[in-house]
């Protein structure tokens, strides 16, 4: 996801710096954002501009405090674990100016919560993006109890200029998208343990016959089946029984196939 937010940034012109503890997962990121401007220019869907600006405007640092420096706008995409998160932000607050933006990619933890221990919780905001980035139009901006107005004003801005289009939602479990999206996610899953149909008929019944651009499963898939386990179990625990996960779900993460980015899921992926 940080890696999708960063192509998305740089191609528009604005100066944006990619951090992770991991210099090798950046050259991978970097190398992976090159091509897919490459493949988007190629298939005449990213104007070749884009190459200039990811050149002019894309940097990496390994380091949390060199990379939030200066920064007008700071955008977290680690894991959902919100320990990990408000570490991160803590870090991230004592080097950026107190008007600085704070914004969370979590798609179902509390932007509240999150904001509980900041100095400024008032310019700390939820921006939830939907995978892959530089395709989906699509960004939930979250307005966490202490968010002030000029906060949300200023992400739905930044969302506009990055070509998006966002929706503003009240920080509650789930938010909007994540609550209905793991709705049909997990049923799909249910469906597959009980025999229902394969998981290629599941997707292919979604995409044709409701217009879905992507099946529950393959979408899973893409997520990481890691990430919804994760996010199921919190709704689970804050809303209600719809939200168990399947034991076919908790099955598949015990054993390391997590989607796309394991290459096995519901699906085989090469």
């Known amino acids: 996801m940080g890696q999708g937010i960063a192509q998305v940034t740089s191609i528009h012109g604005i100066s944006t710096r990619l951090c992770d503890v991991s210099a090798e997962a950046l050259a991978h990121a970097s190398d992976r954002i090159e091509a897919s401007v490459e493949k988007g220019i190629a298939k005449g869907k990213t104007p070749a501009s884009a190459r200039e600006q990811l050149s002019r405007c894309l940097t990496t640092s390994t380091d949390i405090e060199e990379a939030c420096q ?98 503003v939602v009240q920080d509650s479990p789930g938010f909007a998208t994540s609550r209905l999206g793991l709705v049909i996610g997990l049923e799909a899953i249910r469906m597959l343990e009980a025999g229902v149909a394969s998981a290629e008929e599941i997707d292919k ?58 290459g096995q899921g519901f699906h085989r992926w090469s």
């Open 70 to 167: 200066e920064s007008d706008f700071v955008i977290e995409a680690v894991p959902e674990l919100l320990d990990l998160k408000a570490s991160i932000f803590a870090q991230v607050e004592q080097v950026v100016s107190s008007d600085a933006i704070l914004a969370t990619n979590t798609s179902s933890l509390p932007v509240t919560d999150l904001a509980s221990g900041l100095q400024h919780p008032q310019r700390f905001v939820g921006m939830h993006f939907f995978n892959p980035v530089p395709i989906m139009a699509l960004v939930e901006v979250v307005r966490g109890a202490a968010s002030s107005e000029s906060t949300v004003e200023a992400a739905v801005s930044l969302a506009v200029a990055l070509g998006k289009e966002p929706i």
């Open 205 to 262: 019944a979604m995409e044709l016959g409701y217009r879905h651009p992507m099946g529950p499963l393959r979408l899973t898939d893409l997520v990481g089946l890691d990430v919804r386990l994760a996010i199921a179990e919190y709704l689970h625990k804050e809303i209600g029984e719809q939200f168990r996960p399947p034991e076919l779900l908790r099955q598949l993460v015990a054993e390391g196939h997590l989607g796309k980015k394991t």
